[in-house]
């Protein structure tokens, strides 16, 4: 439904402004962007109004995009699956209430997979060069560990869940499999 309405807006925009540079495609890819991520910060604040977890949504929503920022992740297909499984994850993850413990097993999990597997599938979705992927995985490394010192479960939550997107199939070797398009 997203890519359908993003497809109509962006050939509507292309006629509206016919000399404009950027091709359908392009704008199409941006519209999504936009209703992809205006959709799930809407869905997730609307239900958070009715479960009482606006604060911890909000933190969800700032600390997942800011590590999703720099260690990149998992794309869904779908525009529609993305906004739907976002915001369940999003309302689940403000639900986090778990003792210091297993904060502590959280942190470590999301700060190994952060350390293993970011910078992932940024390749096509960033202009950052690789040279500095070594960089966004110290970055990472550092928003992560950064909880060690908050010891917030909702923010263990959120990292730890961010970081399993980054995971991707390992060859012979040790190498990733690079991946063709979106997953």
Same mark, same amino acid.
């Given at each position: 439904m997203i890519d359908a309405v993003s497809w109509r807006i962006a050939r509507g925009i292309k006629s509206a402004v016919p000399?404009?540079?950027? =091709?359908?495609? !392009?704008?199409?890819? %941006? !519209? =999504?962007f936009v209703l992809n991520t205006g959709s799930i910060i809407v869905f997730s604040l609307a239900i958070s109004f009715f479960t009482g977890r606006v604060a911890e949504v909000l933190t969800v929503l700032v600390a997942y995009a800011l590590l999703r920022q720099v260690s990149g992740g998992l794309h869904l297909k779908s525009g529609t699956l993305c906004v739907v499984a976002s915001t369940a994850g999003i309302t689940a993850m403000s639900f986090a209430d778990f003792g210091p413990a297993a904060v502590t097993v959280a942190n470590l999990a %999301? /700060? /190994?997979l952060a350390a293993v597997y970011a910078p992932s599938r940024i390749e096509g979705q960033t202009r950052i060069p690789k040279k500095y992927y070594p960089l966004l995985r110290f970055v990472s490394i550092i928003i992560v560990s950064s909880n060690f010192l908050?010891? =917030?479960p909702i923010l263990a939550a959120a990292f730890l869940v961010q970081c399993v997107t980054l995971?991707?199939?390992?060859?012979?070797g040790g190498?990733?499999?690079?991946?063709k398009g979106h997953v």
């Open positions: 000399e404009h540079p950027l =091709s359908v495609e !392009v704008l199409k890819y %941006a !519209v =999504s %999301a /700060l /190994l908050i010891q =917030s995971i991707r199939p390992l060859r012979r190498e990733h499999r690079e991946e």
